[in-house]
Nanobody, 123 residues
């Protein structure tokens, strides 16, 4: 069983930046590809980005590519999402998830999820 806890969300003005973190339990963290998803009220959970277990491979949704950067530190069992040039459309609850194979873009392909952290971007 993998425990995931997101942090770093908050309120930011359009054009600003936030850095989200996801802390994972266990000693096999590097064996999991990790993903970031977001979900706005009344909408389905949406893929944001994913990173391979080693951290060497990354993939992003078109809506965030060039603005968001995913990274991980396997020594610390953490995965991060650096969000720049934020837009009101980025407002959502952001979730991190763990999956056995890279890349995965569907929520149903992820085995574990954190509780989410709220990101609100004002205009």
């Amino acid at each position: 069983q993998v425990q995931l806890v997101e942090s770093g969300g908050g309120l930011v003005q359009a054009g600003g930046s936030l850095r989200l973190s996801c802390a994972a339990s266990g000693r096999t963290f590097s064996r999991y590809a990790m993903g970031w998803f977001r979900q706005a009220p009344g909408k389905e959970r949406e893929f944001v980005g994913t990173i391979s277990g080693s951290g060497n491979l990354k993939s992003y949704s078109d809506s965030v590519k060039g603005r968001f950067t995913i990274s991980r530190d396997n020594a610390k069992n953490t995965v991060n999402l650096q969000m720049n040039s934020l837009e009101p459309e980025d407002t959502a609850v952001y979730y991190c998830g763990a999956t056995s194979v890279f890349p995965r873009v569907r929520p149903t392909e992820y085995d574990y999820w954190g509780q989410g952290t709220q990101v609100t971007v004002s205009s």
